[in-house]
Nanobody, 121 residues
Framework: VQLQAFGGGLVQAGGSLRLSCEAS????????MGWFRQAPGKEREFVAI???????????SYADSVKGRFTISADSAKNTVYLQMNSLKPEDAAVYYC????????????WGQGTQVTVSS
């Protein structure tokens, strides 16, 4: 399985970006896809996840810091997960990674390469 994340860039505070993560190589009927981020000098942190069970899904969860501003969604037909980020703040700047928990075991066994998000104040 390969995950490719893209959509990052430079945006002013208050602006929006949409990240995409495309999965290829295999399909899973039940899985969890997550977005994580890591800022310079900080540990990687959870941002949002979306889960499917037997091709039905849409259960989501968010970090408190992004609730109400970020929305995770998915297009199963395209094997793609999105992260819509609105009202961006300078503290949202980080490298964003998507990850796949293919067994829904709480461990992410596949990771994308990361996409940089920069927010200017």
């Amino acid at each position: 399985v390969q995950l490719q994340a893209f959509g990052g860039g430079l945006v002013q505070a208050g602006g929006s970006l949409r990240l995409s993560c495309e999965a290829s190589g295999r399909t899973f009927s039940s899985y969890t896809m997550g977005w994580f981020r890591q800022a310079p000098g900080k540990e990687r942190e959870f941002v949002a996840i979306i889960s499917w069970i037997n091709w039905r899904g849409g259960t989501t969860s968010y970090a408190d810091s992004v609730k109400g501003r970020f929305t995770i969604s998915a297009d199963s037909a395209k094997n793609t997960v999105y992260l819509q980020m609105n009202s961006l703040k300078p503290e949202d700047a980080a490298v964003y990674y998507c990850a796949l928990d293919s067994r829904q075991a709480g461990q992410y066994d596949y990771w994308g390469q990361g996409t940089q998000v920069t927010v200017s104040s």
